[in-house]
């Protein structure tokens, strides 16, 4: 058994797929002028390496201690916030909501039956006002 196969694939919390994209992610600051789109941005620091899953999902990042403390905590936090934006507009979770807030076919289909039979109790009170 090679050293790859008994080491154990780390999988999307996600998903559970196990291919990843390594991507470099920085944080920036701005506040001062430019004339040229984006030229008041600059980078704060050196860039975070963090594992994406195919599906979008980041791997929980390895930054060893290079890091500070404020930025362990700043990386942390914007994979927080990303992470709870993620869930909060996936479809199942909007379908979810939904649900909640409005009625489905078959309770509309029951309220449309109910109004129905309304109407012609009401209809037949026209017709015979003395019933
Ligand atoms: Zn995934």
């Known amino acids: 058994m090679s050293e790859q196969t008994r080491q154990k694939r780390l ?16 944080q920036y600051v701005g506040g001062t002028y430019s004339a040229s789109p984006g030229g ?37 936090e914007s994979l927080n916030k990303a992470f709870h934006f993620r869930r909060q507009t996936e479809l199942d979770t909007i379908r979810l909501r939904l649900l909640e ?4 076919r078959k309770e509309l289909e029951k309220l449309h039956e109910s ?15 003395c019933k």
Request: include cysteine; proline fraction near 10%; hydrophobic fraction near 30%.
């Open 11 to 26: 999988p999307c919390r996600r998903c559970g797929g196990t291919h990843f994209q390594k991507a470099a992610f920085r």
């Open 40 to 76: 008041e941005l600059y980078e704060d620091g050196p860039p975070w390496q963090i594992l994406v899953c195919l599906c979008g999902e980041p791997l929980v990042p390895h930054v060893g201690r290079s890091l500070t403390l404020e930025q362990r905590k700043s990386l942390e």
């Open 101 to 104: 807030e409005f009625p489905s």
């Open 115 to 129: 109004v129905d039979t309304l109407m012609n109790v009401l209809q037949n009170l026209e017709k015979d006002p």
